[in-house]
């Protein structure tokens, strides 16, 4: 799995060649094929592979953010998500799921919000929680950042970090109620029609 990772990283996905992955893990391509029987099963194992690997970073930074304020804790979540996954697609690529890895990825999304979700609530309710619905605001973040971290990737690279800024801003505007001595911005007045 490393050399498939660093044969990958090395030469993109569509470049991976089994019989590299195969030479760089000291391994004859016939071995590599009893592991997994097409390239396709192996970029499929690395992908997993991965999310499991960002799923497990993400939980351990919970544990980095416990004595930070909460907007804090949320910002710094926010951009340590958005980060991770552009790492990833510089890597791996924007990828096509099928159908299997799709309901193996909504485990992991299901164990990131119920982390998440709960580190929020272990104290009781924070007052500084925006939405009612915390769990079903944790689905939205957890479907919107990766979005947006490949859409930011795929279509404003030279502009990724303002990208990236904006949509932490956007998020923790989501997720946190607004400081009381912080005045909502007001939006200009439109003429009448």
Not at 124 to 137: H, I, K, Y
């Amino acid at each position: 799995m490393e050399a498939g990772e660093r044969v990958m990283a090395a030469n993109g996905r569509e470049a991976l060649r089994m019989t590299d992955v195969g030479k760089l893990a000291g391994v004859a391509p016939s071995t590599l094929y009893e592991y997994f029987p097409s390239k396709d099963a192996l970029l499929h194992a690395l992908e997993e592979a991965s999310w499991a690997g960002q799923v497990t970073e993400l939980i351990g930074k919970l544990n980095e953010v416990e004595t930070l304020d909460f907007k804090d804790a949320v910002e710094t979540m926010i951009g340590f998500a958005f980060d991770t996954i552009v790492a990833r697609g510089q890597v791996h690529g924007i990828t096509a799921e099928s159908e299997g890895s799709y309901s193996s990825r909504q485990i992991l999304v299901e164990n990131v919000v119920t982390a998440v979700a709960k580190t929020i609530n272990e104290n009781g309710r924070n007052p500084r929680v925006a939405p009612a619905d915390v769990e079903l605001a944790l689905h939205i973040l957890a479907r919107l950042v990766p979005t947006m971290a490949w859409l930011g990737l795929r279509d404003f690279p030279h502009r990724l970090p303002a990208w990236r800024d904006e949509v932490v801003r956007m998020c923790v505007g989501y997720m946190v109620k607004a400081d009381a001595a912080t005045p909502e911005p007001k939006l200009p007045s439109l003429p009448e029609p």
